[in-house]
C-alpha cells in the first residue's frame, strides 16, 4: 500500500516537473515571438518607404512626397551635442567614484541617487529641463532638447565608468603609485587606457539609450517643420517627428513615421550590438 | 604600458605637467607642480561626481517650485479629484494616477510570472549553446525604444486587441458578475487593457535579465545538494533557487515596476487619453506620464501648466519611492555576492 501512494507522488512531481519545463519554454518562445513579432512588423511597414528621398528631402506638408531629411540631421545634432555635455561629466563622476571616492559616505549616496536617476521616468526629465532652460529663455530650442538629452547620459557613462574602473586591477595602480606618479597621472594614463573599452561602451550605451528617446523632447526641442539647424530654435527630432506623423489621420505621414521608426531601431540596435561586441572583446582581452 | 625604450614614465608624468625633462633635478618645484596638477584633477571629478546630486536637487526643486500653483489652487484634493477641465481650470489627479497604477499593476502581473519561467528555462533548462543568443535577443528586446512599442502598438497590437481579444474577453466573462464590469464596454482597441499588455512587453526583458543574473550567482553546492537527495529541476527551481534569490528577484521587479511607471511613449499612442476612472479594462484612460506627453505643449495659462507639472512630480515621488526600494534590495543582494 505505502508503495502505490510512494509511485503516485513520484508520478506527480515528475509531471509538474514536465509541466514547468514545458511552461518555461512556452515563456521563452512567448518573450522571443514579440521580438520577432515587433521586429518584422517594422521591417515589412518601414522597409516599403525606405528610398533615397527619404534621407534627402524634408519632411512633407500632408499629401505632398517628402523625406525625413531635417529629423534625422537634427537627432544627430541633439545627438551629439547631448553626448559632448554629458559624456566628460559623466566619465569624471565615474572616476571621482572609482578612484578618489571608493569608500567614502557621499560616494554611496551618489552611487544610491545615480542608479534611481538612470531609470527615472525620461518625461519628468523633460518637464525639469522645460522648468530650468525653456521657460526663462521663453522659447522652446535645440540647446534644451540636448540638455534634456545629456541629462539621461550622465547617469549611464557614471555607472558604466565607475564599473569599468574598478575592474581595473589595483596592481597597475600600485605599479604606478611606486614610481612616484600622481594618482590623476595614474588615472588618465593607466586606468583610463586599460578600461578604455568599458568606457566607450558605456557612450555607446548612452548614444543607443537617447537616440530612441521622445519623451524629454517634446517640450524642450519641440518640433520644426523646416531645415533649422539653429539649436537656439524648435529643432526637429526623428522620434518627436515619428510621434506626431503617427498620430496624424494621413496615410503618407504614417508610412514616413514607420521608416523613421525603422530608421531608429536599426540604429539602435547597431549601437547596442556594437557595444556588446566591444564589452566581450574587451573582457578577453 | 610603456615600450620598452621609450622614455621613463616619471618622464612622461612630467612632461604633461608642463615641463621638460631638463627641469626635472628641480625636485620641489616639480613636485608641487604635480601635487597641483592631481589635486584640480581630484577636485574636477569631484564636482562631476556632485554634478549627479545637483541634477536630482535640480529636478527635485523645479518640480516642486513648477507646481506651486497647482497645489495652492487645489491643495490636497488635487490627487483626489477626477475633474480634468482645462476650460473650467479645474484640474485633478485621480484619473492619470489610476490608470499609472491600474496598467502597471497588470503588467507585472503578466510580466512577472513569463520573466521567470524566461529566466529559469535560461539557467536552468536551455543546451548551453542556445543560452548566449537568447540571452541577447531577450535584451534587445529590451533596448528597443518605447515609441516603437508604441507605434507597433497603435497600428498592429491594438487593431488586434479590438478584433480578436476584446470580443473574446467579453463574451467569455460578459455573464460572470463582477468580471463583466472589468471587460464592459464596447472593443475600442486602446485603452487600459490594452496599455497593460504592451508595458508587459516592455518590461519583461528587465524582469529577466536580473532574475537570470541572480538566479546564476545561487551557489551551485545548495543545488546540487538538492538534486541529490532527489528533487526534480523544478523542485530545485521553486524550493532552493527562488527562495535564495528572492530579494534579488524582489529588487529585480521593483526595477520593472519603475520603468512602467514611468514608460511614456508606449502607452501615450494606445491609451486613448481619457481623464476618467472606469471600473473596465477596456475603456480608455489615461496615465500621468500619457497625460504630460499630450497636453503639455498645448496647456494654455499658468494654473494647466502647473497641474501638469504637479502630475510630474507626483509620478517622480512614486517611480522615486519604487525605484529606492529595488536599489537597496539589490544593494543587500550584491553585498552578499561580492
Known sequence: ?285 | MQPAGGPPVTDLALRSAGMSVAEAPDRARVLAKLRQGDNIFRLVTRGAALAVLVILGGVIVSLIVGSIPALKAFGLEFPFSQSWNPVTEKFGALAPIYGTLVTSFIAMLIAVPIGLMVAFFLTELCPMILRRPIAIAIELLAGIPSIIYGIWGLFVFAPFMQDHVQPLLIAVFGNIPLLSSLFAGPPYGIGVLTSALILAIMVLPFITSISRDVFEAVPPVLKEAAYGIGCTTWEVFRKVVLPYARVGVIGGVMLGLGRALGETMAVTFVIGNAHKVSASLLAPGTTISATIANEFTEAVGELYTSSLIALGLILFIITFIVLAIARLLLARIEKRIG
Open chain 1, 1 to 285: 500500500m505505502p508503495h502505490s501512494i510512494n509511485s503516485s507522488l513520484y508520478a506527480a512531481r515528475r509531471r509538474n516537473n514536465s509541466i514547468a519545463k514545458v511552461l518555461a519554454l512556452a515563456a521563452t518562445l512567448f518573450g522571443l515571438g514579440w521580438l520577432v513579432l515587433i521586429l518584422g512588423v517594422l521591417l515589412w511597414n518601414g522597409f516599403g518607404g525606405l528610398s533615397l528621398a527619404v534621407f534627402t528631402e524634408m519632411t512633407p506638408p500632408p499629401g505632398q512626397a517628402g523625406g525625413l531629411l531635417n529629423p534625422i540631421i537634427g537627432s544627430l545634432v541633439l545627438t551629439v551635442l547631448a553626448v559632448v555635455i554629458g559624456t566628460p561629466i559623466g566619465i569624471l563622476a565615474g572616476t571621482y567614484l572609482a578612484e578618489y571616492g571608493r569608500h567614502e559616505k557621499i560616494s554611496s549616496v551618489i552611487r544610491f541617487i545615480n542608479d534611481i536617476l538612470l531609470s527615472a521616468p525620461s518625461i519628468v526629465v523633460g518637464l525639469f529641463i522645460y522648468e530650468v532652460m525653456v521657460a526663462p529663455m521663453g522659447h522652446f530650442s535645440g540647446y534644451a532638447g540636448s540638455v534634456a538629452l545629456a541629462v539621461i547620459v550622465i547617469p549611464v557613462v557614471v555607472r558604466t565608468t565607475e564599473d569599468m574602473l574598478t575592474l581595473v586591477p589595483n596592481a597597475l595602480r600600485e605599479a604606478a603609485a611606486s614610481i612616484g606618479l600622481p594618482r590623476a597621472y595614474m588615472v588618465i594614463r593607466i586606468a583610463y587606457r586599460a578600461a578604455r573599452a568599458g568606457i566607450l561602451t558605456g557612450i555607446l550605451l548612452a548614444i543607443a539609450r537617447i537616440s530612441g528617446e521622445t519623451a524629454p523632447l517634446l517640450f524642450t526641442a519641440l518640433n520644426n517643420q523646416f531645415w533649422s539647424l539653429d539649436l537656439n530654435a524648435p529643432v526637429a527630432s526623428l522620434p518627436v517627428v515619428i510621434f506626431q506623423f503617427a498620430l496624424s489621420p494621413y496615410a503618407d505621414w504614417q508610412r514616413l513615421a514607420w521608416t523613421g521608426a525603422l530608421i531608429i531601431t536599426i540604429t539602435v540596435l547597431a549601437l547596442s550590438v556594437t557595444a556588446r561586441a566591444l564589452a566581450s572583446s574587451g573582457k578577453s582581452s
